[in-house]
């Protein structure tokens, strides 16, 4: 049973998620001045925060991402939305129609500084972002990460994962930045369905 207080901050979250998304579709033309107020309200009353995403694509996130995904919806991923310690699912740079799930290690303002003597430091720029494979086993190039493509427009990220099932037996939370895993808490209390996300999972 969620509490009150639980279903006051997830509905908070949903009026936000629903201005956000619903203004982001007016600025490009998706919608008109009269559906705008319309469309707000449909994503309060109809839509969720989050969606299911199948993650089974190699060692990268090893051992902690796998399997079937939670994925909190993020329509407009700033630095007040998102935060350094979070596994995100970003666009593939490499590939138009693809995702990837890494973590966010670095944004605008961090100073990135090689291991390589020979690679110059610099500062990530206004809206940049610098992602990274979990597994510490991996080489940068067998990683797929920011050590290979470089920085990423903050853009590109899609979602947060915020659950992880692995098998039927074995799931939970992601463990995200502190931040993130208190905004995310009452969506997973009303939104998760272990059952669901088993029904789908895909081996």
């Known amino acids: 049973m969620v509490s009150l207080p639980t279903w006051f901050r997830y509905v908070v979250n949903k009026f ?22 319309d469309t707000i309200w449909k994503n309060v009353f109809q839509g969720k925060l989050t969606y299911l995403h199948h993650w089974n694509k190699g060692e990268e996130m090893a051992p902690t991402i796998a399997g079937t995904l939670l994925v909190r919806k993020l329509p407009h991923p700033d630095t007040t939305r998102v935060f350094v310690g979070d596994v995100v699912v970003v666009k593939d740079p490499e590939k ?6 890494r973590r966010l290690a670095a944004i605008e303002g961090y100073e990135m500084v090689s291991s390589d003597e020979k690679d110059e430091p610099f500062v ?7 992602v990274l494979s979990d597994n510490e086993a991996l080489k940068a190039k067998e990683a797929k990460d920011s050590r290979m493509f470089g920085p990423l427009p903050m853009t590109d990220i899609v979602g947060r994962v915020i659950y992880c099932l692995r098998t ?3 799931h939970g939370p992601v463990q995200n930045s502190h931040f993130s895993m208190q ?21």
């Open 16 to 37: 936000e998620y629903s201005i956000t998304h619903s203004w982001k579709s007016y600025k490009i033309g998706q919608i008109t001045d009269r559906d705008l107020h």
């Open 96 to 101: 138009e129609d693809d995702y990837l799930v």
């Open 124 to 130: 990530l720029e206004k809206n940049e972002c610098w």
């Open 168 to 170: 039927a037996i074995d």
């Open 183 to 203: 905004k995310d808490s009452p969506v997973i209390e009303v939104e998760l369905d272990v059952d669901e996300m088993a029904k789908n999972h895909k081996a």
